[in-house]
Nanobody, 126 residues
Framework: VQLVESGGGLVQAGGSLRLSCSPSGFSFDDLFSMGWFRQFPGKEREFVAVISWNSGMTYYADSVKGRFTISRDKAKNEEFLQMDNLKPEDTAVYYC???????????????????WGQGTQVTVSS
């Protein structure tokens, strides 16, 4: 039972990437909310975005608001993070996360997410 990310890679500043996340061994219908986090070298993992699986309500970190878009395809059981106008400071390992908790307060907190992917590297060159 895990999440599987794909779509990372190397891109020039100003470019775009789309990350995908799929469940392995279960369904996103078992979860209430799906999120993306990222981790810079030597730093703690930080919140990027979250989406309610049922309602589609979204929240973003201020650092990515207006550039990143989180979405989901319920029919295909997939979640996405569209990243536009990428900056070198977006370079990090990106993780997909899933929670059985409703999308209320505390959605930026790592402990509320029970399921995690293995991470995918995103590198933005200047």
């Amino acid at each position: 039972v895990q999440l599987v990310e794909s779509g990372g890679g190397l891109v020039q500043a100003g470019g775009s990437l789309r990350l995908s996340c799929s469940p392995s061994g279960f369904s996103f219908d078992d979860l209430f909310s799906m999120g993306w986090f990222r981790q810079f070298p030597g730093k703690e993992r930080e919140f990027v975005a979250v989406i309610s699986w049922n309602s589609g309500m979204t929240y973003y970190a201020d650092s990515v608001k207006g550039r990143f878009t989180i979405s989901r395809d319920k029919a295909k059981n997939e979640e996405f993070l569209q990243m536009d106008n990428l900056k070198p400071e977006d370079t990090a390992v990106y993780y997909c996360a899933g929670s059985t908790l409703p999308l209320l307060t505390g959605y930026t907190e790592i402990p509320r997410y029970e399921y995690w992917g293995q991470g995918t590297q995103v590198t933005v060159s200047s």
